[in-house]
Protein backbone atom coordinates (compact mmCIF):
# COMPACT_ATOMS: atom_id res chain seq x y z
CA UNK A 1 0.00 0.00 0.00
CA UNK A 2 1.55 4.08 -0.35
CA UNK A 3 1.95 5.66 2.67
CA UNK A 4 0.01 8.03 3.89
CA UNK A 5 1.86 11.23 1.92
CA UNK A 6 1.29 9.14 -1.28
CA UNK A 7 -2.16 10.44 -3.36
CA UNK A 8 -4.15 6.51 -3.80
CA UNK A 9 -6.95 7.85 -5.99
CA UNK A 10 -7.47 5.70 -8.60
CA UNK A 11 -6.74 7.59 -12.16
CA UNK A 12 -4.59 9.77 -10.56
CA UNK A 13 -0.81 9.65 -11.71
CA UNK A 14 2.33 10.12 -9.67
CA UNK A 15 5.49 9.04 -8.78
CA UNK A 16 5.37 5.90 -6.01
CA UNK A 17 8.53 5.36 -3.60
CA UNK A 18 8.62 1.08 -3.61
CA UNK A 19 11.96 0.73 -1.99
CA UNK A 20 15.59 1.02 -2.51
CA UNK A 21 17.17 -0.21 -5.61
CA UNK A 22 19.97 -2.06 -3.94
CA UNK A 23 16.59 -4.04 -2.58
CA UNK A 24 14.46 -4.54 -5.58
CA UNK A 25 17.47 -5.45 -8.12
CA UNK A 26 18.36 -8.65 -6.40
CA UNK A 27 15.03 -10.00 -8.25
CA UNK A 28 14.80 -10.30 -12.05
CA UNK A 29 10.93 -9.85 -11.27
CA UNK A 30 8.70 -8.87 -8.33
CA UNK A 31 4.54 -8.38 -8.46
CA UNK A 32 3.57 -5.29 -7.47
CA UNK A 33 0.15 -5.83 -5.81
CA UNK A 34 -2.41 -3.30 -6.35
CA UNK A 35 -4.54 -1.71 -3.95
CA UNK A 36 -7.43 -1.84 -6.62
CA UNK A 37 -7.39 -5.25 -7.10
CA UNK A 38 -5.95 -8.24 -9.09
CA UNK A 39 -6.43 -6.69 -12.39
CA UNK A 40 -4.45 -4.00 -12.07
CA UNK A 41 -1.41 -5.24 -10.76
CA UNK A 42 2.47 -4.53 -11.92
CA UNK A 43 5.03 -6.88 -12.74
CA UNK A 44 8.70 -4.94 -11.93
CA UNK A 45 11.49 -6.27 -13.82
CA UNK A 46 15.64 -5.95 -13.17
CA UNK A 47 17.40 -7.07 -16.07
CA UNK A 48 21.22 -5.64 -17.90
CA UNK A 49 21.34 -2.76 -14.86
CA UNK A 50 17.58 -1.66 -15.81
CA UNK A 51 14.04 -1.25 -14.18
CA UNK A 52 11.20 -1.88 -16.86
CA UNK A 53 7.74 -2.25 -15.28
CA UNK A 54 4.09 -3.22 -17.13
CA UNK A 55 1.34 -4.68 -16.38
CA UNK A 56 1.66 -8.43 -14.71
CA UNK A 57 -0.97 -10.31 -16.86
CA UNK A 58 -0.62 -10.81 -20.61
CA UNK A 59 -3.05 -9.16 -22.69
CA UNK A 60 -4.10 -11.67 -24.90
CA UNK A 61 -5.18 -14.10 -21.92
CA UNK A 62 -4.08 -12.33 -18.41
CA UNK A 63 -1.15 -14.67 -17.99
CA UNK A 64 1.36 -13.77 -15.38
CA UNK A 65 3.89 -12.40 -17.06
CA UNK A 66 6.51 -12.36 -13.90
CA UNK A 67 6.96 -16.37 -14.69
CA UNK A 68 7.67 -15.80 -17.88
CA UNK A 69 11.00 -16.30 -19.92
CA UNK A 70 13.27 -12.40 -20.37
CA UNK A 71 14.99 -12.69 -23.82
CA UNK A 72 17.20 -10.26 -25.26
CA UNK A 73 16.72 -10.24 -28.91
CA UNK A 74 19.37 -7.56 -30.73
CA UNK A 75 18.91 -4.97 -27.73
CA UNK A 76 15.45 -5.68 -27.30
CA UNK A 77 14.33 -7.18 -23.91
CA UNK A 78 11.32 -8.87 -24.16
CA UNK A 79 9.37 -10.73 -21.83
CA UNK A 80 6.90 -14.39 -22.88
CA UNK A 81 4.08 -14.78 -21.45
CA UNK A 82 4.46 -18.50 -20.28
CA UNK A 83 0.85 -19.76 -21.40
CA UNK A 84 0.74 -19.03 -25.25
CA UNK A 85 4.71 -17.64 -25.80
CA UNK A 86 2.88 -13.94 -26.66
CA UNK A 87 6.16 -11.60 -26.65
CA UNK A 88 5.93 -8.03 -25.19
CA UNK A 89 8.86 -5.61 -25.39
CA UNK A 90 9.91 -4.39 -21.80
CA UNK A 91 10.85 -1.12 -22.69
CA UNK A 92 7.12 -0.27 -24.59
CA UNK A 93 4.76 -2.58 -23.64
CA UNK A 94 4.15 -3.69 -27.80
CA UNK A 95 3.83 -7.15 -28.55
CA UNK A 96 4.84 -8.76 -31.87
CA UNK A 97 1.70 -10.02 -32.48
CA UNK A 98 0.32 -6.40 -32.49
CA UNK A 99 -1.03 -6.94 -28.45
CA UNK A 100 -0.14 -4.31 -25.75
CA UNK A 101 -0.22 -4.29 -22.38
CA UNK A 102 -2.22 -1.88 -21.10
CA UNK A 103 -0.10 -0.36 -18.43
CA UNK A 104 3.11 0.54 -19.61
CA UNK A 105 4.65 2.00 -16.67
CA UNK A 106 7.53 4.24 -16.02
CA UNK A 107 10.51 3.13 -13.50
CA UNK A 108 12.72 6.00 -12.24
CA UNK A 109 15.95 5.63 -10.32
CA UNK A 110 17.86 8.75 -9.86
CA UNK A 111 21.42 8.56 -8.53
CA UNK A 112 21.56 7.55 -4.78
CA UNK A 113 17.82 7.36 -4.41
CA UNK A 114 15.01 5.30 -3.63
CA UNK A 115 13.51 3.63 -6.53
CA UNK A 116 10.16 5.18 -7.81
CA UNK A 117 7.30 4.02 -10.25
CA UNK A 118 5.01 6.29 -11.95
CA UNK A 119 1.75 4.36 -12.16
CA UNK A 120 -2.18 5.30 -11.73
CA UNK A 121 -2.46 3.16 -9.14
CA UNK A 122 -1.54 2.31 -5.39
CA UNK A 123 1.25 -0.55 -5.33
CA UNK A 124 2.40 -2.70 -2.39
CA UNK A 125 5.51 -4.50 -2.82
CA UNK A 126 5.11 -8.25 -2.68
Known sequence: MA????????GSVSWRLIGPASELSKKQCRLMHSSLG????????YVKGEFFA??????????????GDI???DGILQVFCPWHDYDFNLRTGQSGTGLQVSLPTN???????PTLLQTQIAMQLN
Not at 3 to 9: C, I, V, Y
Not at 107 to 113: A, E, K, L, R, S
Open 3 to 10: SGNEDESA
Open 38 to 45: YGSDVCLF
Open 54 to 67: MDARCAHSGGPLCD
Open 71 to 73: EDA
Open 107 to 113: VDQPINQ
